[in-house]
């Protein structure tokens, strides 16, 4: 079992940056990819970010070189940093990790945290 837990979202001005954060609790170990994805009010959810256990990472094209996604393995967090942000960033973010556990594969989601964007 793995538990995910957002953090870091919130009213930000137009052009402005935040800093969200996922925590991981559980068993950490077994993952091997984790993602930031966003939904807004009417629209599918999207990839937004992912980073694999190898450090390897990719960006949906709407935000490649606005966002960066990172982490701090002593800190079991997964952060994304995202800057330049417009009103079409508007969404609730949400931390997903893919596990594996013998066998099976495991797809876990956190609660998500509301970004808005407005003047």
């Known amino acids: 079992q793995v538990q995910l837990v957002e953090s870091g979202g919130g009213l930000v001005q137009p052009g402005g940056s935040r800093r969200l954060s996922c925590a991981a609790s559980?068993?950490?170990?077994?993952?091997?990819?984790m993602g930031w994805y966003r939904q807004a009010p009417g629209k599918q959810r999207e990839l937004v970010a992912a980073?694999?256990?190898?450090?390897?990472?990719n960006y949906a094209d709407s935000v490649k070189g606005r966002f960066t996604i990172s982490r701090d393995n002593a800190k079991n967090t997964v952060y994304l940093q995202i800057n330049s942000l417009t009103p079409a960033d508007t969404a609730v973010y949400y931390c997903?990790?893919?596990?594996?556990?013998?066998?099976?594969?495991?797809?876990?989601w956190g609660q998500g945290t509301q970004v808005t964007v407005s003047s």
């Open positions: 559980g068993s950490i170990f077994s993952i091997y990819r």
């Open positions: 980073i694999t256990s190898g450090g390897s990472t």
């Open positions: 997903n990790a893919h596990s594996i556990a013998g066998i099976s594969v495991y797809d876990y």
